[in-house]
């Protein structure tokens, strides 16, 4: 049995878990697996396999991690052979034959890059911060209040397993805040209602009122529902194991980061050129 750490860019991908006629994650780590013929042609999945997480379509992952049985050979650089370059394996550990990805994990983080430019009074100001200006105060105090345990059946598909004890905090980082959410597991699109709540909230678009409201029994109505938000700002950067350590692969890292790095300038660049057409149109 071996624990892997996998990487991925989630934007491309109807998220991590199988779906039919729709490609995931889970599915191209699969065909992969196949490739390298670790995994039969007709079976389902690897003996002993376990996800620790099923990220949203277009949520991204640094530490996502997986295990299954396979060969002592089958390490990080052997496994992304096989795999896209959107979806990178970069360590891993043995387990023991009990372990589960799923159910060992104590603890899983989320990063959400929130755009959140802080309140300007100035003629030069874009668009989007004249519309959308953040006080960070009232942020820091809506997290303050969204986190620990209460029932998030109002912030989330799912119609149960919903009480939940999350920890939100945020720094700024020029025009975004950086959002950090850590709990020990998370219920569907949890994650983003969070992150919008609090934006509502910090914007004066809601009161605090509200987030008092969403911990109440009753539904919330339709009209009054708290809208994920979007997926692509999203990363699972890390779940803890407690006790266990993983082995960097290094040529499986220098990969990895060489592929998202080429990823940061392509999407930079892309930025530029939309930034210049969206200045030229008068």
């Known amino acids: 049995m071996r624990a892997f750490r996998i990487a991925y860019d989630g934007t491309g991908y109807y998220g991590f878990q199988r779906q039919p006629d729709v490609s995931t994650v889970e599915d191209t780590i699969f065909d992969a697996l196949r490739s390298l013929d670790v995994l039969a042609p007709d079976a389902d999945k690897p003996a002993g396999y376990a996800a620790a997480g099923r990220t949203d379509a277009g949520v991204s992952a640094l530490a996502q991690t997986i295990t299954l049985e396979g060969p002592a050979w089958l390490t990080p650089r052997a496994l992304n052979a096989e795999l896209p370059a959107a979806v990178r394996a970069w360590a891993f550990a043995d387990v023991d034959d009990s372990f589960h990805a799923t159910h060992d994990a104590t603890r899983r983080t989320y990063t959400y890059h929130l755009y959140a430019p802080a309140a300007v009074d100035d003629s030069s100001a874009t668009p989007a911060e004249i519309e959308h200006?953040?006080?960070?105060?009232?942020?820091?105090?809506?997290?303050?209040?969204?986190?620990?345990?209460?029932?998030?059946?109002?912030?989330?598909?799912?119609?149960?397993?919903?009480?939940?004890?999350?920890?939100?905090?945020?720094?700024?980082?020029?025009?975004?805040?950086?959002?950090?959410?850590?709990?020990?597991?998370?219920?569907?699109?949890?994650?983003?209602?969070?992150?919008?709540?609090?934006?509502?909230?910090?914007?004066?678009?809601?009161?605090?009122?509200?987030?008092?409201?969403?911990?109440?029994?009753?539904?919330?109505?339709?009209?009054?529902?708290?809208?994920?938000a979007p997926p692509e700002p999203l990363v699972l950067t890390d779940v803890d194991y407690p006790g266990l350590e993983f082995d960097i692969d290094d040529d499986a890292a220098s990969s990895a980061r060489a592929v998202f790095e080429t990823r940061r300038i392509d999407r930079q660049t892309g930025a530029?050129?939309?930034?210049?057409?969206?200045?030229g149109i008068q």
């Open 133 to 228: 200006p953040i006080d960070d105060d009232r942020f820091h105090a809506a997290c303050e209040a969204l986190s620990d345990t209460h029932d998030f059946h109002n912030l989330t598909p799912d119609d149960h397993n919903t009480e939940r004890s999350p920890t939100l905090s945020a720094i700024r980082d020029g025009d975004y805040l950086v959002v950090t959410v850590t709990a020990g597991g998370f219920a569907r699109e949890l994650v983003r209602r969070l992150v919008s709540l609090a934006q509502t909230v910090a914007t004066g678009a809601a009161s605090f009122a509200k987030i008092d409201r969403t911990f109440e029994s009753e539904p919330l109505p339709g009209h009054e529902g708290i809208a994920p």
């Open 272 to 279: 530029r050129v939309a930034g210049q057409v969206a200045d």
